[in-house]
């Protein structure tokens, strides 16, 4: 796992279309405006603002289904097939609004810490 670990930050890092890391505050912006755009018929429009969440997460939600050869999940999670990318971002935004001395480290360290405390693999 240590040598995916730094791959999947990568293609993270890459589906944002930015090449320096963004911090978890800067991220928390991002995903605030994706859950302004959930309506309650299910949908959900994300504008400009909340693309890099929403972008991020599609890949954190792919990379999680990813096993590897020993059988356990790339990313340490185990989100489960019916766990919506809304729903993922809903609780990287509570364990940032919960540990607010680590937003300034990179997001793609504290959303996964967030959603292996979430998810965690049995």
């Known amino acids: ?3 995916i670990l730094p791959v999947a930050v990568a293609v993270l890092l890459a589906a944002s279309g930015n090449v ?3 911090t ?3 991220a928390t912006a991002s995903c605030r405006e994706v859950v302004k755009g959930l309506r309650s018929d299910g949908q959900i429009a994300v504008g ?3 693309q890099f969440c929403w972008g991020a997460f599609d ?3 792919k990379m999680s289904r990813i096993i ?3 059988s356990s999940p790339v990313l340490g999670m185990c989100p489960g097939e ?3 990318r809304s ?3 809903l609780v990287f935004l509570k364990y940032a609004d919960n540990n607010p001395a680590l937003l300034h480290d990179d997001f793609p360290f504290i959303a996964l810490r967030a959603l292996q405390e979430a998810f965690p693999c049995k």
Do not use: D, R, W, Y
């Open 68 to 70: 590897n050869t020993s």
């Open 82 to 84: 019916k766990v919506t």
């Open 1 to 3: 796992m240590t040598k």
């Open 20 to 22: 320096s890391a963004e």
């Open 24 to 26: 978890a505050l800067q």
């Open 48 to 50: 400009p603002a909340g």
């Open 87 to 89: 729903q993922m971002i």
């Open 59 to 61: 890949v954190l939600q």
